[in-house]
């Protein structure tokens, strides 16, 4: 099965600093949790993908999706290693929520 990753704005985060920071800060054990109201159809598809953040419209950085949890409100967690690993710049507008990227346009 191919991989798919996913891209998300960070919202009010400045530059890579504050992304890092707030990574450090939410991580436990390793894993950084980030919640989403919808499961994703292509769930299966994500786990091993990468979770990719966008910055003032430029592509960033990325984690690792590790898996997708179930939380007792309802909502879903996309569960990331807590590595944020930076990635050549890309242009990218921004949207609401998070948006599929094939493996093909994947940054390196």
């Known amino acids: ?31 950084v949790r980030i919640a989403t109201r919808m499961r994703p159809k292509r769930a299966a598809e994500l786990i091993g993908g990468s979770l990719y953040w966008i910055v003032k419209h430029r592509l960033i950085a990325g984690q690792q999706i590790l898996r997708l949890e179930d939380r007792v409100d309802g909502r879903i967690d996309i569960v990331c290693s807590a590595e944020l690993v930076t990635v050549s710049p890309q242009p990218r507008r921004a949207h609401q929520g998070w948006r599929y990227l094939e493996d093909k346009d994947a940054p390196n």
Do not use: N, S, W, Y
Request: aromatic share 4%; net charge positive.
């Open 1 to 31: 099965m191919p991989t798919v990753h996913l891209t998300k704005v960070a919202f009010a985060c400045r530059d890579l600093e504050a992304l890092q920071e707030r990574i450090g800060r939410r991580a436990v054990g390793g894993e």
